[in-house]
């Protein structure tokens, strides 16, 4: 039986009927199709897919009767939190303005997640276009695309908690099911006897049982060995700004490193959804965008070295260098830090100890899936807190955002704000902070405080969210890079005296001359993507006129063929 369908919901019959054959041919083969002109029907059919298993990968519905389709999308939404929901639109209906604005406001309030022209005569591809990205995207995040790589274990935290975070970094597709499920009995089962948890099933049949770190590494893509250690460029932070700069480095011919300690994408992998990117009219996961630039970068020709920290830097005669806490050591012409910031955390001894057992610092990334039915907090009141409140809804019963202000707008996107506030299952409390918790090994309780009275209150928590403010990750740096009072880098006209040379500092140049600062770990800087993209790529236009002046020797060529090292 197939395991997931697609359902077109419109009451005009010619619309549906161009639908269906549209979808018949090019989907039947892979997915259930489903084309009804009744909304109440559709309702039905919904329920019933629900018993007999079958996940709705795609509803679209027709915006002739808004109420109607609105209702509907509701209850698709609650009958099915991963399927993705489309409105079918006819061309002339943005020429109507309430229709546009009812159809607006759908998309804004998170009841559907976008729009789709009604089809044209066949082979309408702009509309599989459409169809298509929907799909896409469904399958990533139901860990259906192919080269999947497999976790087993006994629990959800511990190891297996580790694994997954390493996968999700490194941008690698991944899955992780419980050793007593039928998938992971299945996988124990071809991966033989003596087999120790937790267990690694990758893409080409290999098993890795109870993997090591540098196991874990190869799987994810890391490199064994340096083989060229000298570069015009070295980016130190995969975030987007520094994804951004070793794209339009690479871009124009120079020779680029990006080194990160984890993976791709920083703090920007935390947004579930970023409706405000310029180019992006459904929105984009911050994941997404990461894999995206990070397949850009190296297309160009741009290096990437995963799961390697960056200990130390300084100047080796003309030239900058780096070294990585394996003691091995790399040279630059010119270095960009685009090493972001880490969320502060709670200080509460109870809860560090259930770090990764309930407790989350960032966002959630690969945790939605396994908090089906529970009661799950955040805490925060910035636009990442409102992001990861309206992802977790989608599988949580309930999610409750604890800002400490008196509301919940102070730092929060407008459009966030309204989309939270007409979800069903996202409760906010302001003025209330989390004084403590406690389980046994995975966190079951909270206790939280109301700032006006001092009163508080126990409540049961199955997961909790800390996105509450960010610290600059700038202690490893030498001294000689001139800081703010909160440790953010200065840059350009920011460093005052504490700029060396008789020549202006380039944009976005610290105080040690050829290091750059961009994004979040710049005093100054505007803790937006598109503001951190931006500033990699002004970056890049100061490291052409660092190498003009010729400070550095020139190095060793980088094999082109090359784009992992």
């Not at 299945?186 to 049982?209: C, I, N, T, Y």
């Not at 990334?365 to 805490?379: F, N, Q, R, T």
């Not at 409750?400 to 929060?412: C, F, H, K, P, S």
Request: net charge negative.
């Amino acid at each position: 039986m197939t395991s997931a369908a697609v359902v077109a919901v419109s009451e005009d019959p010619d619309v549906l009927g161009a639908v269906q054959a549209q979808l018949v041919e090019r989907y039947a083969h892979a997915y259930r199709i489903e084309c009804l002109r009744d909304p109440d029907a559709a309702l039905v059919l919904l329920e019933s897919l629900v018993e007999d298993g079958v996940e709705v990968a795609l509803l679209l519905a027709a915006q002739s009767a808004i109420e109607a389709t609105n209702d509907l999308l509701d209850a698709a939404h609650r009958l099915h939190p991963h399927a993705k929901r489309a409105m079918l639109v006819s061309t002339d209906a943005w020429m109507d303005t309430r229709t546009a604005e009812a159809i607006r406001a759908s998309m804004t309030l998170g009841r559907v997640d976008h729009f789709v022209l009604e089809p044209g005569p066949p082979p309408d591809e702009v509309f599989h276009e459409a169809v298509q990205s929907f799909l896409l995207e469904w399958a990533r995040e139901r860990r259906l695309v192919p080269q999947t790589v497999h976790i087993v274990g006994e629990e959800w935290s511990g190891r297996a908690y580790e694994l997954r975070t390493v996968f999700e970094k490194c941008a690698v597709p991944h899955a992780f099911c419980l050793a007593e499920s039928e998938r992971g009995r299945e996988l124990l089962a071809k991966a033989g006897r003596d087999v120790q948890l937790p267990l690694m099933a990758l893409p080409d049949g290999r098993f890795l049982s109870d993997p090591s770190n540098a196991e874990i590494a190869a799987a994810a893509g890391a490199p064994h060995a340096l083989d060229e250690r000298a570069f015009e460029l070295v980016v130190v932070g995969a975030g987007p700004a520094g994804l951004s700069a070793a794209v339009y480095g690479a871009s124009e011919g120079v020779r680029v490193l990006v080194v990160d300690a984890g993976g791709i994408g920083g703090q920007a992998r935390s947004s579930s959804l970023i409706r405000n990117y310029l180019g992006f009219a459904k929105g984009v996961s911050g994941s997404m965008l990461a894999e995206q630039a990070y397949d850009q970068a190296s297309a160009f020709g741009a290096h990437f070295l995963f799961m390697h920290r960056v200990t130390a830097l300084g100047r080796t005669g003309h030239e900058l260098s780096l070294l990585l806490e394996d003691r091995r050591s790399i040279r630059a012409q010119a270095v960009i830090l685009a090493v972001g910031a880490s969320y502060e955390r709670l200080g509460i001894p109870e809860l560090e100890e259930l770090n990764g057992a309930g407790v989350f610092y960032g966002g959630p990334a690969s945790e939605g899936p396994a908090l089906a039915g529970a009661e799950v907090y955040v805490v925060g009141g910035g636009n990442a807190a409102g992001q990861a409140a309206l992802h977790l809804a989608r599988y949580a019963r309930r999610v409750t955002i604890l800002v400490r202000a008196d509301a919940l707008g102070a730092r929060m996107s407008h459009y966030l704000v309204q989309a939270v506030e007409a979800s069903p299952r996202i409760e906010v409390r302001t003025g209330t902070v989390v004084t403590a918790g406690e389980g046994e090994g995975h966190l079951e309780r909270l206790v939280v405080r109301e700032l006006a009275t001092g009163a508080e209150e126990t409540v049961s928590a199955d997961a909790l969210f800390v996105l509450i403010g960010a610290r600059p990750l700038t202690d490893w740096l030498p001294r000689e890079l001139a800081k703010d009072e909160h440790g953010f880098l200065l840059t350009g006209e920011d460093l005052g005296d504490a700029w060396p040379l008789e020549r202006h500092p380039f944009s976005l140049e610290t105080s040690m001359p050829a290091v750059l600062a961009v994004g979040d770990v710049r005093h100054g800087s505007v803790k937006r993507v598109a503001a951190a993209v931006g500033e990699g790529a002004i970056a890049v236009q100061s490291v052409h006129r660092v190498l003009a002046e010729g400070r550095s020797a020139c190095p060793t060529p980088t094999p082109a063929n090359a784009s992992k090292i």
